[in-house]
């Protein structure tokens, strides 16, 4: 295996890919290494940035240099002595519509040159192609890639399959399953430039998940052309594990500023909003004077410090399962990366089966988004399939949250649990308390110290969609438990009439007694006498 | 004056701040400087950092160092040449209950030294404090405060008037107005440290905006205590321009690395999520495995790293006028920081009459929370105040929202205006076309490219809260507006029933004619048939 996984959040991991020149981490950025223009020399790249890896184009290098690169090998030819990877001309087929070379000219020409990651010649879909010509380019792709089984010669290199299909997802879905019964080592989405461009994140989301729902997750997923910072977090989250940019330099030739929260043009600015070498040495203004070339360095090598810190960013968040938390501010940088995370949900139970749910670390709820999260999804879906309540008990006492975590040790907890204490044991042991909290939904006493319950920080007030998704999942376990009576210290203040009013609901449904009794910050001896008397009059019927 | 505004955002503003040793700028952070022990020394600060600015305790000096600093002068003492700003031992009441100075002495001994920035020896509050004694502290450092103004002897200081009361928001305000009397140069919120330990930043908005609202806007704000990045953003909207931390060095002591988005144990790192100089070379085992010191002192310079940059990201956002935006971004990082923002609607009236309102960006709305900002309470009010629909118009055509913006140039638009277009001239006059879209609610055709109304970029889909607020807005407007008949072309898919259901209720309540009709992604031949016959049902009564 040239993959392995260390670590794992989300769809998003950290794993070793072992190339013949070395062992690279992912997830992997290869900055585009163009021989003809260099501000950036690639051995400065790995010595000084830490880039273990770069990727130039094979086409170009054909057609420019043709047998240098041959002669002197590729790592000489670059002075780079880490792993590269080599694309194939794919994308000038995108933008020209065609290239002078074969798919056997240019994949013998990547095993000669000696390539560590090297490209079949695949056919682009593009975005805004009709069903028929992806189609076309989806079937052709394939065929190249039949193909290329019987031109490789080579056994020491790793090969991109692409996936094709742009935004129609059935073809997408078709293509993937396709390149995965083939051997290739590595595969990737094909050219989503022009929907990230558009800022159409949320397309992004669906091509991604489609490709990755129907490819073997044990090859690692190459991003094509996919190199802002700001969108990064959201790739890996979604499985993607290595990406190639021009973008650090085409954007500094712009005099545009990346940062991993959106973008500036050098002539706008007052401050380096960055605390990177280049920026915390000079002013925005210092630069504008530079002379063109310098400009573009200084730009193209913030630009570097800036991606390699996102992704550092991004591997400590997966090492610390915090990556939903890391995509979820990110995605607060701009509205399109939110649309995006939104689109998410409608993956919630695939990104569940995949995902690690049981972590060291606590959990941040900020709203609905966060709803989507395999921690929350994975908890209902066992507290639903596998918890029973105590056989005993005929009385559900629903018990809202609180400030202080776990609930049961609250001080407002505190007096409910002395009134159900007085009752005699018998009749006590009729009673489960649970308690209703965002974002889990139903918290039964007996799991409320169980990863994650207690262990997550919850955004107030909650927005109404939270409120409404909570009161569904209260309705729902009343509704599959056996309780004869519910009886809900309702809480309007944090949860409006959502609870009271869907618990009511399932009650009426399923012919079971309901009562509820209003909480306050501080119990008054009056709440108190009623929760008593409640409790004794639904025990009273009871066996 | 000593403060002079430059630019401004929310209640954010970039000033300048002139002192006997300079002019420095605001927000400005000044980092405690403890003589004794210096990890990284004030001239580095100023040199390496760009710090222009530093506090130290003279409370600690005059214990410590007695006459000292008075012989050598503050600057030669500390050995930098910057500003720099005095704590009066208040901080030392608040954890120790007394000091074993006089107000006279510390007065006295402050201007003796050269302080730049001074501090009269105030009573704090404190947190867990019952109004009575609260109530003392206020009266305490008010009469402090008055009889200071005896004992002041030089002209070329600036001094300090804290504002005290806790959470007691009445006290605070009351401290605030009475504060605010005297001729302080500069003010400040007293010890909201326990508050910000406690992760309660909706608390502190609420002493924040409480003092700012009895302060002359004119002066500047200081917050004492906070230096943790993460919150800076939040406290500069609220108007707070000075910090002081001694986070950098604590944090560094015990081994913990600040980030912008939140603090992590060094032990628990892998990666470093940063680009500053340090971080760039350093791997966080490398960093585990130097000498006690040395560690200290690479953390505490990666934090003041991480502190210079987060105030120059705050600083260009003030310029670019998109602070809400930051702010909001720094509100993911942490739960606690986006229940404080969720707090600041509760101000919202306040910050719209004190923050610009009309900018050269657009606008980025992610959600409900976005409702809070100036930009759209202020469109709203003007609409209401100010808008009137032309006098001949009897129907209004509701639009909803398209991708595309200024809306009226939209594809889906073009076939709705053809319609009306085909319509005879009087009658196509009696018609009155308005968008309804989020964050704005109505956007009549005439206002369509006024700013920020095509200027802004929202997340899908709408969260609840928004689409009931629109509706609100909608409704509102057609009980304020005289139109005989309104016809909604409704978009559920966008809208739920939010819109059709306000709308037809504000109708009723004001015997206005509804009709609507629902529109499709692409407008068929029947909606533009059905359309053209409600458009013409509707005109055929007017006169």
């Not at 390699?308 to 990110?330: N, P, S, T």
């Amino acid at each position: 295996m040239s993959f392995e996984i260390r670590e794992k959040d989300l769809l998003g991991r950290i794993g070793k890919l072992k190339t013949k020149s070395g062992t690279v981490e992912t997830p992997l950025l290869f900055p585009v290494v163009n021989p003809s223009i260099q501000l950036v020399t690639p051995q400065r790249l790995k010595d000084e940035f830490g880039f273990e890896a770069v990727i130039t184009n094979a086409y170009i290098l054909w057609k420019r240099y043709q047998n240098r690169p041959i002669d002197e090998g590729l790592q000489k030819f670059l002075n780079y002595d880490g792993s590269i990877m080599t694309d194939s001309g794919a994308y000038q087929i995108l933008v020209y519509g065609n290239v002078e070379v074969t798919q056997k000219e240019i994949v013998d020409y990547q095993e000669r040159i000696g390539s560590d990651i090297a490209t079949i010649l695949d056919i682009p879909t593009g975005w805004h192609v009709p069903k028929e010509k992806a189609q076309e380019t989806v079937a052709e792709t394939l065929k190249r890639a039949k193909a290329f089984f019987k031109l490789k010669t080579h056994m020491d290199m790793l090969w991109v399959g692409p996936v094709q299909g742009g935004r129609h997802l059935d073809l997408v879905a078709k293509s993937a399953k396709a390149m995965s019964k083939l051997p290739f080592q590595i595969h990737a989405l094909g050219s989503p430039t022009e929907v990230m461009e558009s800022y159409r994140y949320d397309v992004l989301v669906d091509m991604i998940l489609t490709a990755k729902m129907n490819l073997p997750l044990e090859r690692p997923l190459h991003l094509f052309g996919a190199g802002h910072p700001h969108m990064m977090a959201l790739a890996v989250a979604l499985g993607c594990d290595l990406f190639d940019s021009a973008a650090y330099a085409l954007y500094a030739r712009e005099g545009r500023y990346m940062t991993e929260n959106g973008t500036w043009r050098l002539g706008e600015m007052d401050y380096f909003p960055c605390q990177c070498p280049r920026c915390a040495a000079a002013t925005p203004k210092q630069v504008l004077d530079m002379l063109k070339q310098e400009k573009e360095k200084f730009l193209a090598e913030h630009n570097l410090h800036v991606c390699v810190a996102e992704l550092k960013r991004i591997k400590q968040a997966i090492r610390d399962g915090r990556l939903w938390e890391h995509v979820e501010m990110r995605a607060h940088t701009h509205p399109a990366l939110l649309t995006a995370l939104k689109r998410v949900r409608d993956y919630e139970t695939y990104i569940e089966k995949s995902s690690p749910t049981v972590k060291q670390s606590g959990l941040f709820f900020f709203d609905s988004v966060g709803l989507a999260r395999p921690e929350i999804t994975h908890y209902r879906e066992r507290l639903g399939k596998r918890f029973r309540p105590p056989k005993s008990s005929k009385v559900l006492v629903l018990v809202p949250q609180t400030r202080q975590k776990p609930f049961h040790r609250s001080e407002e907890f505190k007096d409910t649990r002395r009134i159900i204490n007085r009752l005699d044991e018998k009749n006590a042991g009729l009673i489960h308390v649970c308690f209703y909290a965002a974002p889990f939904g139903i918290i039964p006493l007996e799991l409320d110290e169980v990863y994650p319950l207690s262990q997550h920080e919850v955004a107030m007030p909650l927005d109404s969609e939270v409120k409404e998704n909570v009161a569904d999942q209260v309705a729902q376990y009343v509704i599959v438990s056996r309780y004869e009576t519910v009886v809900l210290l309702d809480d309007p203040e944090t949860w409006g009439s959502s609870i009271k009013r869907e618990c009511r609901r399932a009650c009426a449904k399923m012919g079971v007694q309901f009562d509820s009794l209003r909480v306050h910050a501080k119990s008054t001896k009056e709440f108190l006498a009623a929760l008593e008397t409640i409790l004794k009059k639904s025990l009273s019927n009871k066996p």
